[in-house]
């Protein structure tokens, strides 16, 4: 058998095995998305400005909560919503070629999580004092541009996502107090992996590619972020939805 084909077996081997542990960890208890509106509503009760976190392992559907989320609280009124990813902290390609870690994008140590702490605390503060930017992801590129993301002041509730939020290591330890909530997306594992491999295809990885980056960079990035799943204030069964 090829590097290639090992590489594919050995992904559908972990799956396969991954099945009964992905089970075994689901939320048990019975969600709809007209209740995780409801709780996102309740978090701007008091006039203030919140900021809710969306957690989970890549691929778990972060992006796809968190953009629903955003569109069906705005609705057709008056925007009130914004979405700040985490995704806009990641160092730039010739930083991380510079620091040695280019071989390991997506690593909780190639983000400025320092930054992107800073940021979560002045949308919390600096809610009435004009525009605040944050930096977007460009997937295509698979680079972060600088000023991308405008979050108005009439923005009472942020909701912000990424794998490291709930991580409580160097930097990313300041990030958990400035966030009013933080929900864990969880989702079958084999079908975590699927749309995470195709995923990686869409933006331009061979298959063979794709396979290899996801068991060895992606998954084990997904092993540290599922370790802080019990620090979540709820636990969000994707497939559920």
Known sequence: MTEAGDRTANWARYTAGSLSRAGATLCCVTLTFDYLLTRARSLTRDGRRAVLGIAGSPGAGKTTV????VRELNGAGEPWVAHVPMDGFHLADVELERIGLR?????PDTFDAAGYA????RLREDADDGIVYAPGFE???EQP???AVPVEPAARLVVTEG???L???GAWARVRSQLD???FCELDEAERLRRLISRHERFGKSHERAVAWVMRSDQRNAELVAATRDRADLVVPVTAL
């Open 66 to 69: 968190a953009e629903r989320l």
């Open 167 to 169: 991580l409580d290591t």
């Open 163 to 165: 794998n490291y939020l």
């Open 145 to 147: 541009i600088a000023g």
């Open 181 to 183: 909530e933080v929900w």
């Open 103 to 107: 071989d390991r994008k997506g690593a």
């Open 139 to 141: 997937r295509v590129l």
């Open 118 to 121: 800073a940021l979560l605390g």
